[in-house]
Structures are given as C-alpha cells and as structure tokens.
C-alpha cells in the first residue's frame, strides 16, 4: 500500500508535458499544472495565433497568462523526490510481476538473484548464501533467474532431466534412457553440451573468419569507390579540356569564315561602286550632249547647223552592261552551303563516334551476381521500411500512418517554410534514401495515383513539367489510374504491360540500374522494367492528382 501511494503521488504530482516530477510548478488559470519551462515553450508555438491553450483541458486563454511559482507545489514536491526516494530503494528488493521470484522467502517475496539446475530452485541474495558458503551446495550449477526451472522435470518419472538422447533429439531423465530410451544413443546432457558447445566454437571462428573477410572485401570496395572516383575526376577534368578546345578552334573557323566573307564583300562592294561612277559620268556626258543636239536641232541658220553639226553629233564610247557581273550573290550562298555541309559532317562524326565515349562500370569480383527475385516472398526478403519527408510534402498533402500515408486535401496543410517543398505538384519524396536492394509496396486509393522514384536534385519549386515525376532525366514513375497504367520517364512514355493495379511493387537493384512496377495480387505481375546507370541514391515518391479525398501509402510489410 505503502509504494501504491507513493506512486500515486508522484504521478499526480508530475508534468503531463515531460512525464517527469514537476521543475517549478506553476498553475495556470483552468487549474492545471506544470514545468514552468515546459508551458513556456508550448506557449510560445502558439505565439502566432495569439491564443494560448491548456495541453490537458484544451482551455483557451487570452491574453497569455502571467505564470508564477506555485511555492506550496514546489515544496510537496522536494517532499516527495525524498520519501519517493527511499521507497524505490526498498522496493528495489522486491519481486514485480515481471522478475523471477525467491522460492523460499515466505511473506512478500525477493528478487531471485540466482536460479540452481541440480535445486530446481530460484534463491535471493540472502537465500543464496548457502550454495556460496557450504561444500555440500559446491558442484551445483547456478544461472540466471528463470522461471523455466520445471521444465528440467521429467512430466512421467518426476526425475531431473540429465541426459540426452542423440537418436531422438530430445532432453530425458535417466530413467526414461533405460525404459522408452532404451537402444537409443544416449549421453549425460552435460556431455551433448560440451559437444555443442565444442560445434559452437568452431561456427563462432568460421564466422569470426567470414567477418575478416568481409572486412577486407569492405576495404577493396572502399579503394574501388576512391579508384572509380579518381577516375571520373579526371575524366571530366579532361573531357572538359578537350570540349573547351574544340570549342575554340570551331570559334576561330568561324572568324575566318566571317572574316573572308567581310573581306570578299568589301571588294565586291568597291568594284560596284566604281562601276556606278562610270555609269553616272556617262549618263551626266549624254545629258549635256542631249542639251547640245536639241540646241542645234533649233538652229534657223542653216550654215551654222552644218557647221557644228559635225562636232556636236559625235558621241564618247558607252559603257559596257555586259561588263556588270552579279556573281557576288551566288558566292555568299556557296559559302553558306559550305558551313552547312561541315556541320552536317560534324553531326555524323559525333554521332558515329559517341559510342565511343562512355563510362566503363568496374564489375567487383568480391560481390557475386544475384538473381532478381521472382515470387514475392522472394521480393519480401529485400523490403525496406520508408516513410514520407514532410519537408518535401505539398501543401495540399494530409501524412499520417507515421508518415507513410498522404492523402490530397483542398485545405492547405500547416507546414512550415522549406527549400525542399514542392510547391506547385501534390507529391511527395521519402525520408529515406534507396541504395543497394530494395523493394516496397504501395496502395493508393481514389482516382488514381504516381508511384515514382527520383534523385534527390529534382526541381521543387514553380510549374514546370521538369519538378513532375517522369517528366526528366531525374525521376521514372509509373501513373496509375482504374483502369490501366502508364510509365513516364524524360518525358517518354514507353508501353505498359499487365492490368491496372491499386497495391504497385517496386523492386530497386540500384548497383545493377534495375527498376521494376509490379502488380501485387496472388501473383506479381510485371508492368514495366528499366535496365540503366543510377549515377546518385534514390528517393520514393508518391504524387495524387486533384481529386479531394485520393490516397496513397506505403505498406508495412514487416
């Protein structure tokens, strides 16, 4: 009754925030209790609101209430830490409904500190003083408390079961070796234990050795990765030196180009701008010859006209227009021509030679090739728990399950500022990152839903199609509606297989660029599998379309 009360009191008498003994009791308006550093800080999250609550009653208050010290509180509480105190240090040495109780205190009963095989019997600190104390008690074996200790009893011949029977697998006492037993390849069980023991032994060094080896596997995997990333530093390094100079040289030819272009024009211009001197000073000649011949055409003094007749009618050479040669024009498009045929011989070069150019992917001798898992207990064997980001959530998102569930509302939901956010479609990526095996379940319900997986550089922020899953180089998903499914990736939306589904597979071998969508029933059916180079860990994602209410969420499948 005595330790009743006392907890009691220490559970009345202790914060509903912390659960623990109060720190500076204060009471607030309702009545209620509390830290006062705890109601500070769950005041102060409601600042914005400017109404402030009570965590038990719910009870509003406004405006914030002035706390003060409850000094009557506090001191019942000091008064309490201290008679709390040394009953927890009584109650100590008493069995609880969860310990291995003394067999031979009478009364309220001790803890069992020790329990005896050859006994058959669970003794207390004071107890067990004679198995330590008396030769008699000396060859007994002592274990920790049990409460199994009955088993050890044979149910036909009430006797203690010493020995073992090898042909039947099974604990016996003596007298059943000699009866139903009898035959039988028996020993004492301290002998199969020695045996066992001895099997153990050589398992834990076979093991111990497994362990090294791995370690030592671990060590040439880690000089791979540092090999591996050496060499792609250098190759981008490279790679970006050669582009940069083929740049260059492609940037000079084009001053060239331009450069002979300009310069062929400027002669051609200058050639027909002295052309067209020619031509004016000839038409300025004949205007003023045309003057003189229309003078002398109205000369009445028939000796003067013949006179001058033949001065005035003579007329200087004309100027050839067969000598105007508009071949300039052409030329240029020759030019043009030119360009457009390097290019188009450019384009095939890089197209026929890309090949070429790819990334070699060191396959390790110490990893073996497994099979990819057929039956989905197979598949279950590589589950992985996943639960949603909030911080990656869409406002219009709903998570609960612990986060594994997302539900689309038309009320925005009371998620606080992130960079991570997206913030125009309703998905939603993983906490958890995706390497190596993985597999996971998703059950979506409503409409339809997008089960996907993206890097974790997918854009976020605005309305383009590049923050949708499937609709860049960043992130696959698989669209599913009633009736049937569609995968998108970059934008391309290769042929689905199999029925629509509510409850989607997906199976990740990261290492091998393998990504499959299964239709989970009495069978996996396959819906789509993408064989590529994941380059960066993957994230799960969920996106739900604007009907109210759709869900979708990830399984337990543990």
Known sequence: MAQQGAQLDRENFSCSICLD????????????????????????????????????????????PVLMKNTMLADLVEELKKTGLQTAAVDLCYAGPEDVACDVCTGRKQKALKSCLDCLVSYCENHLQPHYESPTFKKHKLVDPSEKLQENICSRHDEVMK??????????CYLCS???????????????????????EVSRLNIQQR??????????????????????????????????ELIRLIQKRSSDVKQQIRSQQETEVSRVKELQEKLQQEITELKRKDA????????????????????????????????IDMCPLRYFEDVTAAVSKLRDKLQDILKEEWTNISLTRTEVDVLLPQPEPKTRAEFLQYSHEITL???????????????????????????????DRFTYWHQVLSRESLTGRCYWEVEWSGKGAC??????NIRRGGNSNK??????????????????????????????SGPGSSRVGVYLDHRAGILSFYSVSETMTLLHRVQTTFTQPLYAGLRLGCSQGDTAELCKLK
Not at 213 to 228: F, G, I, M, N
Not at 480 to 493: A, E, K, L, Q, V
């Open 389 to 419: 980001d909030p911080n990656t959530a869409h406002t219009h998102l709903l998570l609960s399950e612990g986060n594994r569930k997302a539900e689309r509302m038309s009320k925005q939901q009371s998620y606080s500022s992130h960079p």
């Open 163 to 172: 020995m073992f029977c090898r042909t039947d697998q099974q604990i016996i």
């Open 211 to 244: 362990i090294q080896d791995r370690e030592k596997d671990v060590k040439l995997l880690q000089q791979e990765v540092e090999a591996v990333s050496l060499s792609a530093d250098k190759a981008v390094e490279d790679s970006e030196e050669i582009f940069t």
């Open 21 to 64: 003994l109060l720190k500076h009791p204060v009471t607030i308006p309702c009545g209620h209790s509390y830290c006062m550093s705890c109601i500070k800080t769950h005041w102060d999250g409601e600042i914005q609101r400017k109404i402030y609550s009570c965590p038990q009653c719910r009870q509003t208050f406004r405006p914030r």
């Open 451 to 456: 089960v996907a997986v993206a890097y974790k």
């Open 467 to 496: 923050c949708s899953f499937g609709y860049s180089d960043r992130s696959w998903a698989l669209y599913c509606d009633t009736i049937s499914s569609t995968f998108f990736f970059n934008r391309m939306t290769p042929p689905v």
């Open 178 to 200: 000699v009866e139903d037993h009898k035959g039988h390849d028996t020993v004492s069980a301290a002998a199969e234990i020695t045996e066992r023991q001895r099997e153990l």
């Open 292 to 323: 003189e011949l229309k003078q002398l055409s109205h000369t009445e003094d028939n000796n003067q006209f013949l006179l001058n007749y033949p001065s005035v009618s003579q007329l200087s050479e004309s100027t050839d227009s067969s000598s």
